[in-house]
């Protein structure tokens, strides 16, 4: 038989597991918001797949920034480059996964499946529109590639250019130089690789692309009997090239930061001079 003080005994005693349940949670809410704020705080958890490192490049690669279009090798200017940014990230080297994109599709407005894309993208006021960039991790010239059977072969200067059927790619510095230096009739092409084949082909008479890439279009006979006719003189891009993020990305100060370091303590320069010394040193320039 109940009495009232079995009653309001009962009564006391489930209030106070009532209120030590609701102490326990607000005590886990807590820990698990703590824990939520240390998540957030960690760069690796912050990439598309948590735990790994997107990077995406262009389809093909090309040679010196990246080596037989093998960007996972490590080996090549920009490849090279991004396992340097994905250890001062906190990323291990298996942690980077490779994709490919093209250069277009890299800096269009859009969802991005990828963290980072880098294919020697000119950084631009206008590109900053739709898509992030790191600073600048280079800052190229722009030189001039022709057939030596051609009768540009033997040009000194960018006025010798100004009747010439010149080649660049869209939307490219190459092709802002080209028009800017050589002749306003510039003849575009989608990519690279159609480009060299124009050339290849005699259906144009010169194509500008950034020096490195030129020195490597003779030197694997990408074009037949061709040569490096010269740089084009006040074609350092001022901006340089820069690491394309997704718009407004949680990367992108972080990547920012990370990249600065690597050229503080001289990782930049140390890179450069093993990957693109070959293709930059003795290339003349055009009066």
Known sequence: MFTMKTVQRAVAVSLSAISLTAVAACGNTNASSSATKTD???VTQQTIIPGTLTVATGKPAYTPWVLDDKPESGKGYESAIIYALADKLGFKKDAVKWTRTTFDAAIAPGAKDWDLNIQQFSITDERKKAVDFSPSYYNPTQAVVVRKDSKFASAKSASDFK?????????????????EKLNSNIQTFNDNAVLVQALDAGQIDA?????????NIVESNQVKNAKVVGQIP???DPQGMGIVLPKDSKLTAKVSDALNDLEKDGTLKQLQDKWLAAYTTDIPTLK
Do not use: H, I, R, W
């Not at 010439?164 to 802002?176: I, L, N, Q």
């Open 40 to 42: 957030s705080s960690n």
């Open 163 to 179: 009747d010439a059927a010149v080649g660049a790619m869209v939307g490219t510095t190459s092709y802002d130089f080209a028009k």
């Open 207 to 215: 194509l500008v692309v950034d020096t490195p890439t030129a020195v």
């Open 234 to 236: 006040g074609s350092e």
